[in-house]
């Protein structure tokens, strides 16, 4: 197989090269390349002019023609307070995080292991609404919590008083951030358990292990690729959160997305807008390239 | 049943009874009304083809399943309402379900750790099970996936020793091994079972693995226990067509009684002589080394007229295909002899052939 | 196989959300050659709906492509940063052709002898030669106008009345008594204008340390005490259910379609004085201008043209999303089109007397340091 790709090689070089030289393209990078084209098309290059716009000038369009740290300096000025920004879109994303951890857990060992037949349906109620714009979702929640909404309406049928003020606070907010990122949680949660082998859990109970062990000792390391796999996409698509502040917080705390935002709309100032975001990705890539160091695949997944 | 056959040494004493044990699965009984009594430091054997219902059975005995009806009594006392974790019961599996993400050691150490044994207690039991079970020391801290199927299985046993089962249950454990290996271990396990004590109930679907290694079989077929005895017992007195069948290749022909005191067979001419109760109908069960080649007719009680068909070497013995009409018969040799391509002439006695009923 | 599924969905959902990124940043092209039978719209909602756009692409054969944003400093962004060559026409509130894109060679001027007659047909006060669709030196015409309409606040009149409204103006937002119960719209370019109001301040012109200091703790008071910021749909709805009494940066534009919905007792409401001039409101007024595009569509000017027409004037004015008056509405022939109904949308009975207590939206000259602040009292909502 090898060879023979080689001699394609040869023969595709001949003509204009030197015939004595090593494989410049194995068979695998080859095939890989329309990927890698594709990845730096449409991953690398937006980075790149992002990067780049984080170094122009304030306020100003000249990208690659200019080069300060001013944005960067303006971000880290005592007077700025955009760390708030940062504060709570990292600690909202945080909360989230292990909320659903806890919440995705039980419902993913259930559609494995419990739910038998009912886990197909289970898991098409749960993948549904991912087909409904998340703002449309959204919206569907405030007409439910809003004064004399859904939720106000039917205490008052049942019981005569109203409903607490859930609205346009912090609350509500990570609440709008559990619902719409639980199924990013659950899914490769449910992929990981049932990756796992039903005899090593039996084989776990038969050595004498109690639930709690059986889950310590084997399920928890051996669901862990998919738990952090469900960890870290929630984890960053929470950071890029911004519709649950909107539609239903009110605004009522200002996350870093909506800093970019104004940057690039209202502010007209892309460099700032850029410099945000490149703060930000690498927060969220630090972490992410952190934890796969600390819980290397190979070393869960015992392959080495 | 047999039992005072085998309990020849009295000081055996009942450890483990199955009192109509039976296990539904939708509708579908994969286990039925099985009684079943298993004595200490038993190497008891079930065997059987595949869906005949021994790993539910075993299943049952573990922990992991629960009978739909009926019980299982460990010295007299009942163990339905006893979790797995709590059952002085221990199953190797047929995957040996090894603990991926652990080392050699960590495996083996694994019921002391639930057990809350402090480490160093811990491993000194692992590597003291590592030398019972042949495993190097240095393999303490290896992890377990890069063992190889040999390793592993031993890997297994030691896991399953170190929980120190009173009854150590294995499914099919070796059926995924290579003959050569198999057969060590095969030997090791027995072994094993002289030098621990411990009562072993195994499962195979390979009678010859049964024969090799237990002191009573139970032969298992479509969720009932057909047969339970000495590897003798089954291979001398079959209780039925499916029995000897099972025990490997033998001849086998279906007899009909002629009302002259004597059988005979729909596809083969003449009648027989046949050890049986008066007028039941039957199978006449021949092994393929009491058949054998007659100078006279009369040289055996019954006597067939064929053509030698083939002949294997089967290394200490020859095996011979005779073909006797449509049928095929086996016939085993201490030596190899030479036939012209004529006709052969092929006999046994009434006492060294089985008779089964239908 | 167990380590090539593991590892591949890892890889799978990298590759995922990169091809999610690289489709949001997808490139528009603009072929250089043959454009007669296209043309690109960047504009506010509404000039973008299938009502306007369908019968013009009929008529003229021609593939349209509208872009709607809702706040102009992103849309001349666009054409600063190069966009120029992608767009034929920009649709944008009037101070920005005038004053920004015109000195920086955004737009092209239009055809004087064609356009110009149109503009004796608008409401009075569009009359030629109409400001904001005129250079500096009054030789270019820049753009036409169409959609306008007063913004300043919105009040829920069973709550608060129009009168009292009027009368207090943006003092409204000083009472400590409606705090929790006003929203806050997130278009910050007015909210800007906006809180320069509520503390007495003109904001269209340069502001003096004390006055952003000023502008800076009435902004922080305001945000602290709004139940929520939000996009004009949310604010309405939550005007509706009765979570607020008034949201602040609103009008015609932004509560026309509750109105038209069967909530006339929301309305805009603009102040009777204030700090520009003894006046109190703020309007907006749409220009649409031709863009210097090195290869512009010849189909522009016709569009231009073609929205001048009664019926399309009306439709424009009824586009979905909002509604709001337009100037043709000077004209007999455009104005018999409009209903009783629309008419009440769009506040048609005070609209003139509330243009006329207005001040045209213009560029603050010192708005970046303005917005710096806003956004930093808006974080202390948290």
Redesign the interface.
Known sequence: MKIHALQIQDAAISGTAKKSRGPFLTPGARCALP?IV??L???AA?LTAVIAYSFAEP?S?NVFSSFTFANYAEIFNTE???W??FL?SLSLAAVTVLILSVIAYPIAYGMVYVFGRWSGLVSILFVFPLFISENVRL?GW??FF????VFDGTLNLLGGSDAPEV??S?GIILFGMIYTYLPYMLF?LV?GLS?L?R??V?????????RY?VWR??EL??AM??FM?GLL?TF?LAVGAIAES??L??????VLTH?IE?S???????PLGSALAVLITLITGGLTLFMLFKLD?D?????? | MSETALMGESRQKLLLDLVGVRKTFDGFNAVERIDLSVMEGEFFTIVGPSGSGKTTLLRMLAGMDQPSDGAIYLRGESLNDMPANKRPTCLVFQSLALFPHMTVGQNIEFALKMRKIAPAARKARALELMRVVRLPETYYSKNVMKCSGGEKQRVALARAFAYDPEILLFDEPLSALDYKLRKTLEKELKDLHRETGKTFIYITHSLEEAMVMSDRIGVMRDGRLVQVGTPEEIYTKPSDKFVSEFMGEVNIVQVRPDGAGRYRSEDLAGSFTVNAPPSTDGYVVIRPEFLRFLASPSDADNHLTGRVHNEYSLGSRVQYQVRVGERMFLVEQPRRQSFGGGDVTIGWDAADAIFVAE | MVEFSRRTVLQMLGAGGAMAAASTGFARNAFAAGRDKEMNILCWEGYNSAQVLDPFRTEFGATVKAESLTNDPTMVNRLRAGETKVWDLINLNNPWARKLMWPEKLIKPLDQEVFQPYFAKMLPEFKAPFHWAMSDDGKDLLGMAQRFGPYSFVVNTDKVSRKMAEDEGWDLFNDKAIVGRYGVQESDDWNVFDMFLVAGIDPFKVHSEAEMATFLATAKRIYKGAKLIGDMASLNQALISGEIDLYLTGGTYSVSPARADGYPNLRGITPLRGPMNGKGGVMWIEVTSTVNNPNLSPLAPKFLQYVQRPEVAHTVAFAEGTFNPVSQMGNPECFKLFTKDELEAIQWDSLSEEMARSVAYDIVPDYEKALDLLNAAKRERG
Do not use: C
């Open positions: 990927v594709l990845l098309l449409g991953f937006p306020h369009f700025n307070t955009v708030m920004s709570w919206y405030v007409l809003i004064k004399n909404g609205l346009y912090p490769p992929l990756l082998p005899d090593v039996d084989a776990a109970k038969d050595l004498g292990a109690s062990q000792e084997i390391p051996l690729p998919g796999i996409l960053v909107k539609v917080g009110g605004q009522s705390v200002i800093d104004v690039f709309t209202y502010a007209q100032n892309w695949l070393r869960v997944l015992g392959r080495k």
